[in-house]
């Protein structure tokens, strides 16, 4: 028998994104984190096919991407009473995608984008709250086990 260990990665304070290696196929990758967003209190507001829009273009796109829009309703009603214009940072987007065979699920960090826009510590404190669920989300998708039920 064989154990595998899983690490949960903490975000670089240096880095913007934050991207996890899955060893899921693409399509169950998709399936779990949606299965994730869900479990952590999040709702999956549209999902955007961008490889199969570009192919739909005519454009030869070899990769698979798919951006997530999540968001926490709660979270996001602290935000925009706090501060109407910041609706264009909302909602949170995961990616999945590939690249070069290898299963990726990422996303800009929420923490040092909302930085950018705003100074209000309250709304620093929600971000980092958003942070650390999101970051979750994503080990969670990355790790979480078979999205098939095998029969016994």
Known sequence: MSLLAFVFLMPDPMNPFFVVDSLKSFGDACVDLEHAVVAHGFGVLAVHDLAETLRSKGLSFPESCRVFEVCNPQQAAKV???????????????????????TRIGMIRPEPMLSMLSQDPQLLAV?????????????????????TISPC
């Open 80 to 102: 925009l009473a706090a501060d109407m214009s910041l609706n264009m940072a909302l909602p949170c987007r995961i990616s999945v995608y590939t690249e070069a065979g290898q």
């Open 127 to 147: 971000a980092k709250q958003v942070e650390a669920s999101t970051t979750e989300i994503i080990q969670a998708a990355a790790m979480m086990g078979p999205t």
